[in-house]
Structure formats: structure tokens, C-alpha cells
């Protein structure tokens, strides 16, 4: 297990530039192999998610390169339709493999993704979708196991608006007989990402950022190349990382018309922000401010990914912030670790509340999750004296080179 070791106390101040968007690339990954053909995907940030996605593509017999950040996907020679259980194990975000596989092979085995560390995450609103578009599923052994003689398009209500399974109708219904609707359909911008790509592979998917999604099913889909847009999840981190060190960031190849909610909240603590097409300016103010609550939503509410980066900004801030999660259940892991480091926070249920304490210390602490990971990046810059963060691996699954990105603002982190 590596370790980022953090001497807190430097301004986070300079320019970063953002990365391509984890969320987006996954998916769009698994719609490769909807063409026999090859795609062409720009801005694919090197992170162990990707990585796995990769290996992923490969076990189906997908043949992958990768040239800096630009990853060739070529599905022409696809055999397989199973993704092993060590790569579901790893990464269950695999499970948006399950309605591109069934697509183009007319079968897929997946083994049961089973629980991860920020919850339960079943998959119920996945299959039951599946079904609904005439394939048939089958749950034996831990595996999943699909197969369908045709796809038929259909009307798909989602009873929650599930980003993934979302994600699995647009893939498995992209080259359905038909049209098929999702009403309830999540609306993040990683959706409006993927259904992008798919319109350019030769689909006709309309409707993507609002609840109704609507798909005609087109006879074949072509490769194409494709530009990842940028990652809201990871600039809302380095603009966390600049606030809570009252620091000044410049973020390029941004896109603030996706962070309107974090970007708001920034504004509440007391950060000075001004956004171009591309950029985002913070200029922090000497003491952040509490936030009245904070409650995670589905797009275009407050995003669960920022939930505990933002609480690492509430621990130092002018008063009390309360949180509340309303996404997954067991998204808390980080508070033990910040209260290690000096926090004042009580936790009942799926809410949080923050008493701003002057300032936190440094202290040996463990991330257990990714973006529970990035609040104790965010908050080890604040702290008084040195902080030890074991279990980068969580960090690395969705921030590429984070300590460079920090170190080149200024901020004194190593790797170990
Ligand atoms: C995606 C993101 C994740 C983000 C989340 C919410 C990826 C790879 N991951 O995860 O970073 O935190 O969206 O914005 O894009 N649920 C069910 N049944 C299902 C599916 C989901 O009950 O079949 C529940 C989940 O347990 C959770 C909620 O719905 O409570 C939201 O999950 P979902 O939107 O599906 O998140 P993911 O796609 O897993």
C-alpha cells in the first residue's frame, strides 16, 4: 500500500489543468465494443479504473493501445462475452459491460458484483431494464448470464434515476429493433458524454441531461474518435484543495456549466469565482465559511462524489455545516479519519454535522474509498504539521498524478 505523506500549511495556488472525466470513460469504453470496428478516444486520464476497463476490452478480445492519454480500441476480432470475477471484483462499475456485451454479442456473463465499500449498490434497476428489452436473465453461482436472440426497444421506467443502469439501457438498446424510452433517467453530464459518443458511432439517442431518453435503434454503429469531457468530480477537488488552504486556482479545460451545485457551494463558504468557457478562477477567502446543509442528489443536485472533500472544507470553516447523504449509506468512512486530524463531527445516520473547529493537525489516517481518499488530500493541506495517508490505491482509482498537480500549485506532498 502507498502513501502520500502531506506537510500541511502551503497555499494551493497556480493553474491545473483538469483531466479527462473517470465516469465518462468507462462507459464510453464499454460502447467500443458495439462496433466491430475502431475507436479513437482522446483525454482517457491514466487511472487503475481505466487501466481495468482496458484489461477488460482485452478479455473479450478487444485489442487496446494506449499513446499518452489517447486509448485505440479496436473490437473488430471480439469473441468473448465474459468479464472475469477478479475484474468485477475490482471494479463493479464493470456491470455497464452487460447491455454493450449483450448487444453485439447476443450474450454476456458477468459474475455478481456484490457490495464495495460505499454500500450495498445492487443492481435490481439494471436487470429488471434488461428484461424489459426482451433479454433474458438468468442468476446462477454468483453469475449473471444474459442472452437474447433480439433486442427489443421499450418503455423503461426507472424508479430511482440510476446513473448505470442509465447507461446499461443506452448501450444495450443503441442497436435494439425499435424505439425504447427511459423516463426517470439520470441526468448527469457522464450520460450526456456517452450518449454524444454513441449519436457520433451513427445512434439516435435524444433527450440525454433531462429525465426522458429516447432511443431508436440503428442497424449497425461505426467507430469514431471522441474527446472525454472534462472530470467536475476532480476540479471540484483541486478547488476544495485551493479553498481550504485560502489559495488562488486557475482550473483549465474545466467545464463550469456542469458544477453549478459545487460551484455555488464555493461561493457560500466564501471563495470569489469566476468561470469562462474552459476555466474556472477561485480566489479563497482567509476563513471559509459554513454551509447552512448540504444534501447529496441526483444531477443536477449535489453530487455524492464531492460529498467529503466539501466536508473537509466544513471542519475548518467559520461555524457549523451539516450534510446529509441521500445517495449511498455508507459514504461516512472519512469522517473517523478527519476527526483523527482534529475535526469535531458527529455522525447520525446519514447525516453529519460539523462543528468548524480553528484548525486540524496532522495525523497518520487511512483512506478507505476514493473520494473519502481525496477529503483527507484536501484536509492533510490545512493541517498543522505532517500527515501520512495510507491507501493510495483508493486515491489513484480516479486522480491522475494528484501530487503532481498539487505540487506544481505549491502544496508540499510526496508519495512514498
Ligand atoms: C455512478 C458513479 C459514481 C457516483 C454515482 C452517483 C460511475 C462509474 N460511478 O455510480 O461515482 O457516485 O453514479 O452519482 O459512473 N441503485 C439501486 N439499484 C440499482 C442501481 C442503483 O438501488 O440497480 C441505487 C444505488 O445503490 C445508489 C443509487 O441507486 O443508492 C445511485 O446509484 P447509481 O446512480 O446507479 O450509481 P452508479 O452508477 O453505481
Redesign the pocket.
Known amino acids: 500500500m502507498g502513501k502520500l505523506i502531506i506537510d500541511g500549511g502551503n497555499a494551493v495556488s497556480g493553474e491545473i489543468h483538469v483531466q479527462g472525466a473517470?465516469?465518462?470513460v468507462?462507459?464510453i469504453l464499454a460502447a467500443t465494443v458495439l462496433t466491430p470496428g475502431k475507436s479513437v478516444i482522446h483525454n482517457c486520464p491514466s487511472l487503475r479504473?481505466v487501466d481495468k476497463t482496458d484489461q477488460v476490452l482485452e478479455g473479450l478480445g478487444c485489442s487496446v493501445k494506449r499513446v499518452k492519454n489517447t486509448v485505440t480500441v479496436d473490437a473488430c476480432n471480439m469473441t468473448g462475452c465474459t468479464i472475469c470475477e477478479e475484474l468485477m471484483r475490482e471494479m463493479?462499475?464493470s456491470?455497464?459491460f452487460l447491455g454493450a456485451i449483450i448487444a453485439r454479442q447476443g450474450e454476456a456473463v458477468v459474475s455478481m458484483p456484490g457490495g464495495c465499500p460505499?454500500?450495498?449498490?445492487?443492481?435490481?434497476?439494471?436487470?429488471?431494464a434488461l428484461r424489459a428489452l426482451g433479454i433474458d436473465i438468468t442468476e446462477e453461482h454468483g453469475y449473471i448470464k444474459c442472452s437474447a436472440a433480439k433486442i427489443r426497444g421499450a418503455d423503461i421506467h426507472l424508479d430511482?434515476?440510476?446513473?448505470?443502469?442509465?447507461?446499461n439501457i443506452m448501450l444495450a438498446a443503441a442497436t435494439a429493433d425499435g424505439l425504447t424510452s427511459i423516463t426517470n433517467a439520470?441526468r448527469?453530464p457522464?450520460i450526456t458524454d456517452l450518449g454524444n459518443f454513441l449519436n457520433a458511432m451513427g445512434a439516435d439517442i435524444r433527450g440525454m441531461g433531462s429525465s426522458l431518453i429516447t432511443i431508436r435503434g440503428a442497424d449497425s454503429l461505426k467507430g469514431v474518435e471522441y474527446t472525454i469531457m472534462p472530470d467536475r468530480?476532480v476540479a471540484a477537488t483541486y478547488l476544495a484543495a485551493s479553498a481550504i488552504t485560502g489559495g488562488e486556482i486557475c482550473l483549465t479545460g474545466a467545464n463550469p456549466n456542469d458544477m453549478n451545485a459545487m460551484l455555488h457551494v464555493l461561493g457560500e463558504m466564501g471563495a470569489k469565482i469566476q468561470c469562462d468557457t474552459d476555466k474556472i478562477y477561485q480566489l479563497s477567502p482567509k476563513r471559509l465559511k459554513s454551509v447552512h446543509t448540504i444534501k447529496t442528489m441526483?444531477?443536477p443536485g449535489f453530487?455524492?462524489?464531492i460529498q467529503s472533500p466539501f466536508m473537509a472544507l466544513a471542519t475548518v470553516a467559520d461555524g457549523t455545516s451539516v450534510f446529509i447523504e441521500n445517495?449511498?449509506?455508507n459514504r461516512f468512512q472519512h469522517v473517523d479519519e478527519l476527526v483523527r486530524m482534529g475535526a469535531d463531527i458527529k455522525v447520525t445516520g446519514r447525516s453529519a454535522v460539523v462543528r468548524g473547529v480553528e484548525a486540524l493537525s496532522g495525523a497518520n489516517v487511512v483512506a478507505r474509498e476514493?473520494?473519502g481518499g481525496a477529503a483527507l488530500v484536501v484536509a492533510a493541506l490545512a493541517a498543522n504539521g505532517r500527515t501520512v495517508i495510507n491507501g493510495t490505491e483508493f486515491i489513484d482509482r480516479g486522480y491522475e498524478h494528484i501530487e503532481r498537480c498539487l505540487r506544481q500549485c505549491g502544496a508540499n506532498i510526496r508519495r512514498e
Do not use: C, Q
Open positions: 473517470k465516469n465518462a468507462l462507459p479504473d463493479r462499475s456491470i455497464v460505499i454500500g450495498l449498490r445492487p443492481i435490481d434497476l439494471h436487470l429488471k430511482f434515476p440510476s446513473v448505470g443502469a442509465t447507461e439520470a448527469e457522464e468530480i441526483p444531477y453530487p455524492t462524489d445517495i449511498f449509506e476514493l473520494r
